[in-house]
């Protein structure tokens, strides 16, 4: 049997294979910075105590400062061949009208000073580079999506092209 390029689903629907797809990952180099921090905090908080309060600081802050550094990283980019999908937000492609690769500078431009508070953002401080996707749908009051991602280019010809297809 031959693949068309989308894979079945729990109720036999059929779903797209993604033309994008990320995930927002911390980088490698935090995870020994946090964890060095939060052992020296624990060394802090037991320091000098006897029995279980000199090791139980370790036990409850490494274990909840991986969990943090994991749940920062969770978040996952995708586009199929209908929609964006940004963690647990969705957007249909075709109220896309354009996606605009940002750099760094227009990044922090467009977070700052010329920031629209209806906009919605995912943005992590880790990743420098971001996409801009500018909406036309009149019933929604957001303007646009500004999302953080390591492969702007990549992530505006995804949306772009998937927008042209949709319409």
């Not at 079945?8 to 990952?25: C, I, M, Q």
């Not at 500078?105 to 920031?115: F, Y």
């Not at 036309?136 to 042209?164: C, F, K, M, Q």
């Amino acid at each position: 049997m031959a693949s068309s390029g989308t894979t079945a689903t729990g109720v036999g629907a059929a779903r797209p294979a993604p033309r994008h797809t990320e995930r927002l990952t911390v980088p490698l180099w935090l995870w020994p910075t946090v964890l060095l921090v939060t052992a020296v905090l624990a060394a802090q908080i037991g320091l000098g105590a006897p029995g279980p309060r000199s090791w139980l600081p370790y036990a409850v802050l490494l274990p909840l400062a991986a969990a943090g550094l994991w749940w920062l990283g969770r978040v996952r980019i995708a586009v199929t061949g209908t929609e964006l999908q940004v963690d647990d937000a969705r957007l249909p492609l075709g109220v896309v009208s354009r996606a605009i690769a940002l750099d760094a500078e227009t990044r922090r431009e467009l977070l700052g000073p010329s920031a629209d508070p209806l906009a919605f953002v995912v943005q992590r401080p880790w990743i420098a580079e971001a996409v801009q996707v500018v909406l036309a749908d009149p019933d929604d009051i957001t303007p646009y999506w500004v999302i953080s991602t390591r492969h702007p280019d990549a992530l505006v010809r995804a949306l772009n092209e998937g927008a042209a297809a949709v319409r």
